[in-house]
T-cell receptor, first 116, second 112 residues
Framework: GAGVSQTPSNKVTEKGKYVELRCDPI?????LYWYRQSLGQGPEFLIY????????DSGLPNDRFFAVRPEGSVSTLKIQRTERGDSAVYLC??????????????FGEGSRLTVL | SQQGEEDPQALSIQEGENATMNCSYK?????LQWYRQNSGRGLVHLIL?????REKHSGRLRVTLDTSKKSSSLLITASRAADTASYFC????????????FGSGTRLQVQP
């Protein structure tokens, strides 16, 4: 597609449930990022993929959070035993990542997660 | 923790006026980027300035970078109502992390 696509756009779940959020990056972008954004705050880094591997998962808050990118394209962020504090907008971004520096990121519209 | 911190947190101006937003950061960087976010939407990249650059222009945007003070500013000239959005600075720091660290943003309101 033309841009980064995220589904679902909105997800309401109950405390303790399992949730999956999907990200389809721009075709050809090797780098993929997940961020979390709470109301009134900037995006907070969760995890970065280069190709299929998680190159940096230091931002994942705890072991309830896990992300995969099995074929180096689509990624899924998985949250187990959701808690009310997990409520936020989960943003996915991709980039070409051709050099040593981190260049321009292209963001999706986000998945708004509400845990009741 | 947030690397970049924007100032002010909120700014309200009249159409046609200039808007200036500032960003401070803590570590050495490779580059600094500014993003815009309309309410309920994703972030859109505006401009990237490298650590060896001091000033950059793009249309009505002017960005400066002072690495000695670890600060940057974003100037939007001749603002329009459509510029109403949140603006974030993001740093690519030299710790080896291949991800940007975002500040908490400046909410800009441009009154028509």
């Amino acid at each position: 597609g033309a841009g980064v696509s995220q589904t679902p756009s909105n997800k309401v779940t109950e405390k303790g449930k399992y949730v999956e959020l999907r990200c389809d990056p721009i075709s050809g972008h090797t780098a993929l990022y997940w961020y979390r954004q709470s109301l009134g705050q900037g995006p907070e880094f969760l995890i970065y993929f280069q190709g299929t591997g998680a190159a940096d998962d230091s931002g994942l808050p705890n072991d309830r959070f896990f992300a995969v990118r099995p074929e180096g394209s689509v990624s899924t962020l998985k949250i187990q035993r959701t808690e009310r504090g997990d409520s936020a907008v989960y943003l996915c971004a991709s980039s070409l990542q051709t050099g040593g520096d981190t260049g321009e990121l292209f963001f999706g519209e986000g998945s708004r997660l509400t845990v009741l | 923790s947030q690397q970049g911190e924007e100032d002010p947190q909120a700014l309200s101006i009249q159409e046609g006026e200039n808007a200036t937003m500032n960003c401070s950061y803590k570590t050495s960087i490779n580059n600094l980027q500014w993003y815009r976010q309309n309410s309920g939407r994703g972030l859109v990249h505006l401009i990237l300035i490298r650590s060896n650059e001091r000033e950059k222009h793009s249309g009505r945007l002017r960005v400066t970078l002072d690495t000695s003070k670890k600060s940057s500013s974003l100037l939007i000239t001749a603002s329009r109502a459509a510029d109403t959005a949140s603006y974030f600075c993001a740093t690519d720091d030299r710790t080896g992390r291949r991800a940007l660290t975002f500040g908490s943003g400046t909410r800009l309101q441009v009154q028509p």
